[in-house]
């Protein structure tokens, strides 16, 4: 599980640099995994989903790898641009695709420019 | 293509006293869901409807909590009487079917003094 509290995990970087944000997971009978990107004052934002079956996949700026060994997930986001400093959280869900989404505690993204 | 439509946006009420949150999914979206998020944490499952039955709402305090969606589309969550530790973000969420990708409205914002 995630620890809980006020202080989120925070990562900082330059813009124009790429970003990596992890996320450890809990069950490992989960078999889909989503991230989500939330700005001050905003719902979630879906940014990009990974099932089990795969250990990357790619979007626009972004990629997602998955480590189930070791139930490590990451978001990679290239070149990240002022408009990425956000929290980012990822999730899981067991068989039910992206119903029964838990969610992780989250991480503050922070663009230096 | 119209978002989720949450309000209000913000409210401030005392403790032990009612409150009540609408939704509006996506046109069309079948499966709804509310959320609780409160400071520094990701998102928790509070219930979810698939049309107007409830899918789950094994997390949903049942006691001062409830929650329906009498026709299948708008959706209203409701907390009677309301504690200091309910203060919180309350998201709805809703997706074409359930599995499929949920899409975040802004949230209210709950404020028990």
């Known amino acids: 599980g995630e620890s809980v509290g006020l202080h989120l995990p925070t990562l900082s970087v330059q813009e124009g640099d790429n970003s990596i944000i992890n996320c450890a997971y809990s069950?490992?009978?989960?078999?889909?995994f989503i991230w989500y990107k939330q700005e001050s004052g905003k719902g979630p934002q879906f940014i990009i989903d990974?099932?089990?079956?795969?250990d990357k996949r790619q979007g626009q700026r972004v990629t997602v790898l998955l480590n189930k060994t070791v139930k490590h997930l990451s978001l990679q986001i290239a070149a990240t641009q002022p408009g990425d400093s956000a929290v980012y959280f990822c999730?899981?869900?067991?068989?039910?695709?992206?119903?029964?989404?838990?969610f992780g505690q989250g991480t503050r993204l922070t663009i230096n420019p | 293509e119209a978002g989720v439509a949450q309000s209000p946006r913000y409210k401030i009420i005392e403790k032990r006293q009612s409150v009540a949150f609408w939704c509006n999914p996506i046109?069309?979206?079948?499966?709804l869901y509310w959320y609780q998020q409160i400071l520094g944490q990701g998102p928790k499952l509070l219930i979810q409807f698939q049309n107007n039955g409830v899918v789950d709402d094994s997390q949903l305090p049942k006691d001062r909590f409830s929650a329906e969606r009498l026709k299948g589309v708008d959706s209203t969550l409701k907390i009677q009487p309301a504690k200091l530790e309910d203060s919180a973000v309350y998201l709805c969420?809703?997706?074409?079917?359930?599995?499929?990708?949920?899409?975040f409205g802004p949230g209210t914002r709950l404020l028990v003094l």
């Open positions: 969420a809703s997706s074409l079917f359930p599995g499929e990708t949920q899409y």
């Open positions: 990974i099932r089990s079956n795969m």
């Open positions: 999730a899981e869900s067991q068989g039910q695709g992206a119903q029964k989404l838990v």
């Open positions: 046109s069309g979206h079948a499966t």
């Open positions: 069950n490992s009978a989960s078999d889909y």
